[in-house]
C-alpha cells in the first residue's frame, strides 16, 4: 500500500517561514518526480513545485525565489521550504509522487495559512 505523508504546515504571519515534508513508503517501483501543488479555497489546484530524480526542478512563476524544493532520494522524502510567506500562499499543500510507471500519488494534503 502506498502511503504519503505530509508535515511541516501551520499558521505563520507574512514574510515567516514553513518547511513542509512528504514522506514517500509503500511499493512505489521506482519514484520519479516528486511535487507539491496547492488549492485554495475556491481555486483550483496548482502546482507549487517539482523536483525530478536527476534533481532539475520547476516552480509556479508566483513562488520562484521564495520556495525550494529538495529531495532525499534515499528516504524517499521531499521538502518545501517556504520563505517570505505571503497571505495569498494560503492553501491546502499536497505532496504529489510520479512512479517511473507513469502513475501518481497524493497526500491527504496539509493547511499551511499566511496571516497578514
Known amino acids: 500500500q502506498v502511503q504519503l505523508v505530509e508535515s511541516g504546515g501551520g499558521l505563520v504571519q507574512a514574510g515567516g517561514s514553513l518547511r513542509l515534508s512528504c514522506v514517500a513508503s509503500?511499493?512505489?517501483?521506482?519514484?520519479?518526480?516528486m511535487g507539491w501543488y496547492r488549492q485554495a479555497p475556491g481555486k483550483q489546484r496548482e502546482l507549487v513545485a517539482v523536483?525530478?530524480?536527476?534533481?532539475?526542478?520547476n516552480y509556479a512563476d508566483s513562488v520562484k525565489g521564495r520556495f525550494t524544493i529538495s529531495r532525499d532520494n534515499a528516504k524517499n522524502t521531499v521538502f518545501l521550504q517556504m520563505s517570505g510567506l505571503k497571505p495569498e500562499d494560503t492553501a491546502v499543500y499536497y505532496c504529489?509522487?510520479?512512479?517511473?510507471?507513469?502513475?501518481?500519488?497524493w497526500g491527504q494534503g496539509i493547511q499551511v495559512t499566511v496571516s497578514s
Open positions: 509503500g511499493s512505489f517501483f521506482q519514484i520519479n518526480a
Open positions: 523536483i525530478r530524480r536527476i534533481g532539475s526542478t
Open positions: 504529489n509522487v510520479i512512479n517511473s510507471a507513469s502513475k501518481d500519488y
